[in-house]
């Protein structure tokens, strides 16, 4: 069975500081992976998808940053946090061209 | 403009009442899912549901892709029924794997 795990839970964290989430997919090689965000009372929107290692497109421009290290791990990051990056991020996996299927989230607040 | 339109925003409901939710889009889609975000906000899979009908216990989801349309029907609704529920529309070009609606956020009471 294939697992998803996001990291941290929660964050607080100072403007102008950085940050760095993390995702970890177990049990299915070669996923597609996708970071996606939800400002508070606001519509997900998708962030970045990844369909191999080493390769990230960027579908909405935050002043953010993703990476995909290894095959089953996809970073998001910035190096100065700006108050508009409070919100929830969510990382996302699916096999090509089918269900999506999303970690827990990260509850981003910046202050 | 809105490519993912729900409705309706909210919807009130006793116990063992029948709910309907609707998305409609405004491109061409390949795919749609539904989702149920928890109060918490993550997001577990309802349906995907690419065309047709699915039925999954009280929860039956309808898809008419040339009508650009999705139906999620609640029958015999439970207060656990609560929360917000989103479909998202999956299109293969631009990268873009799901866009979202904005959600129908259902209570359901005694």
């Known amino acids: 069975a294939q697992t998803i795990h996001q990291w941290p839970v929660a964050e607080i964290k100072a403007v102008g500081s950085p940050l760095s989430l993390g995702c970890t997919i177990k049990g299915k090689s070669s996923p597609n992976l996708y970071w996606y965000w939800q400002a508070t009372g606001g519509t997900l929107q998708q962030l970045f998808y990844?369909?191999?290692?080493?390769?990230v497109e960027s579908v909405v421009q935050l002043n953010l940053s993703a990476s995909r290290p290894k095959d089953d791990q996809f970073i998001l990051s910035t190096e100065k946090l700006l108050l508009s990056h409070s919100g929830f991020y969510l990382c996302a996996w699916s096999p090509a061209n089918t269900e999506v299927f999303f970690g827990k989230g990260t509850r981003l607040t910046v202050v | 403009g809105q490519q993912v339109q729900q409705s309706p925003t909210s919807l009130v409901l006793q116990e063992g009442e029948n709910a309907e939710l609707q998305c409609n889009f405004s491109t061409s889609l390949n795919s749609m899912q539904w989702f149920y975000q928890r109060p918490g906000g993550s997001l577990i899979s309802v349906f995907y549901?690419?065309?047709g009908t699915k039925q999954s216990g009280r929860l039956t989801s309808t898809t008419v892709i040339k009508e650009r349309r999705s139906s999620l029907h609640i029958s015999s609704s439970q207060i656990t029924d609560s929360g917000t529920y989103l479909c998202?529309?999956?299109?293969?070009?631009?990268?873009?794997?799901?866009?979202f609606g904005q959600g129908t956020i259902l209570k359901v009471y005694l």
């Open positions: 990844s369909i191999t290692v080493g390769q």
């Open positions: 998202a529309m999956e299109r293969r070009s631009s990268g873009q794997k799901l866009v």
């Open positions: 549901n690419p065309s």
